[in-house]
């Protein structure tokens, strides 16, 4: 079951409905900035993690100016898209709220997200959108982010690896994810969408000797559900 720290109480509650009725994802964005963005991927997380628990999620945006050009900005980064506040949709059985750490809780549970710094990088123009998805994925989204060249190096290096390994792994036999894999992933993900978490499990992937390329494979995208980093974007490119 999805659990959340919920920021009006810093205890552990639960983020789907018992029925599994449309839970609503409401992100309160700061603005169009890194923070307004991280604000937006965490929301992203919930709804991606909230649908493989088999849990219908209803996505929307609030409280920010400028929302047109977030949205663009969040698109670019993998963040599927958040409908205004207000629009028409689906009955929910139950709210929770994204806000950024220290602005207003409203009266629901809700997930606080650290601010994020871009470090005097220009990342308006989302250059390598889905390095810096991973830059602010790499840690949690209670701890304070910031995206300096170094880390946003860092991400590029991880992604061009593993989407080149991805690539290889898909040329072998497929074999199935393997139970005690599944559980970590989905451990990691379910407790406060630790993506952390589950990226030191595919790190531990890579080099298992123990497992076959084939399984590598079925592994990482199904991780990439949950991340969004388009890791199989390489498959069937020429080697």
């Known amino acids: 079951m ?34 307004g963005l991280r604000v ?9 993690a909230l649908e493989l628990d088999g849990t219908p999620a209803w996505a929307l945006l609030t409280g920010v100016e400028d929302g047109t050009r977030l ?6 980064l993998g963040v599927r898209p958040f409908e205004d506040d207000g629009a028409a949709g689906p009955g929910a059985g139950q709210a929770v709220y994204v806000v950024r750490q220290g602005g207003a809780t409203p009266d629901g549970a809700t997930v606080a997200v650290a601010p994020a710094d871009a470090a005097g990088q220009d990342i308006a123009g989302l250059a390598a959108p889905d390095a810096v998805r991973l830059a602010l994925l790499e840690r949690h989204h209670h701890a ?40 970590q992933l989905r451990a990691a993900w379910e407790d406060d969408l630790d993506a952390p978490g589950v990226l030191s499990v595919l790190r531990r992937v890579e080099t298992d000797p123990d ?6 494979f079925e592994i990482y995208a199904y991780a990439d559900r949950f991340l969004g980093l388009h890791l199989a974007r390489d498959v069937g490119a020429p080697a």
């Open 144 to 183: 304070r982010v910031e995206l300096d060249a170094s880390a946003l190096d860092d991400a590029r290096d991880t992604l061009a690896r593993w989407r080149r390994a991805v690539a290889a792994w898909a040329r072998q036999p497929s074999r199935p994810v393997p139970g005690e894999v599944r559980d």
């Open 40 to 48: 937006l991927l965490v929301a992203d997380l919930l709804v991606r």
């Open 211 to 216: 497992l076959p390329d084939g399984a590598r």
């Open 71 to 76: 949205r663009a900005d969040a698109a670019a």
């Open 2 to 35: 999805l659990r959340i720290i919920d920021a009006r109480t810093h205890k552990p509650a639960t983020a789907a409905p018992a029925r599994r009725g449309p839970t609503r994802v409401e992100a309160h964005a700061p603005g169009r900035d890194t923070t």
